[in-house]
């Protein structure tokens, strides 16, 4: 990695510094996946989510989101307002990646960057730090999934915002690759971000645990 990108500098006003669940419950097709999580969760905090396949991980972190809808219970983000703080104090990068296939990596890196509201100059900066120049030129159909996975994960330093939600993260990368997002991870911590991931495999930072049953 040739470039170190500072996180959190252009947060601006409106900064999410904790993110609390308080007693939440997620019904999702008439089957009930968990009820009574709750997590505090304050800025330099990360938090390992776990739990068997099928538990509510993802749906907890559309649920966060805003994208799934709380049987019970409440989510809030400090003194940030839900909807101030999903618009634009959050990121969430799914298991899937979110990019579509025919545009190329310069294209799909362009449109997540201004969609989120970063520049131009911040999507190169991203692009170096992930090592994607050579692969730009390139259609998404035609990257490794690892090579996916790091051009999903540029938005996060092209656009910086304090909350993090991650959906296994790591798994489509190889062990350098890893490494490396860890770096990215714990930087964003120093910064004053907070991440919350679903994971099987633990995280190479510090966490807090939750785990929903099966």
Do not use: Y
């Amino acid at each position: 990695m040739r470039r170190r990108t500072r996180v959190g500098k252009s947060w601006g006003d409106g900064v999410i510094t904790q993110l609390v669940l308080e007693d939440t419950a997620i019904r999702r097709g008439g089957r009930l996946l968990f009820e009574g999580v709750s997590l505090e969760l304050r800025a330099g905090q990360a938090c390992a989510l776990t739990g068997p396949n099928g538990s509510g991980k993802t749906s907890l972190l559309r649920a966060v989101a805003g994208f799934v809808r709380l049987e019970a219970g409440a989510i809030r983000f400090g003194a940030v307002e839900a909807e101030e703080a999903r618009g634009g104090g959050l990121h969430i990068v799914g298991h899937a990646d979110g990019l579509k296939p025919a545009r190329t990596a310069a294209e799909e890196l362009a449109f997540w960057t201004g969609w989120c509201g970063g520049t131009e100059a911040s999507a190169r900066a991203a692009a170096e730090t992930l090592e994607l120049q050579t692969l730009l030129p390139l259609e998404v159909r035609r990257l490794s999934a690892g090579q996916r996975r790091r051009l999903a994960m540029a938005r996060l330093l092209a656009a910086p915002r304090a909350l993090w939600l991650l959906d296994e993260p790591l798994s489509p990368l190889d062990a350098r690759w890893r490494e490396a997002f860890g770096g990215l991870m714990r930087r964003h911590l120093d910064g004053g971000g907070l991440i919350l991931a679903a994971v099987h495999d633990p995280l190479p930072i510090p966490t807090v645990g939750l785990d929903l049953p099966a």
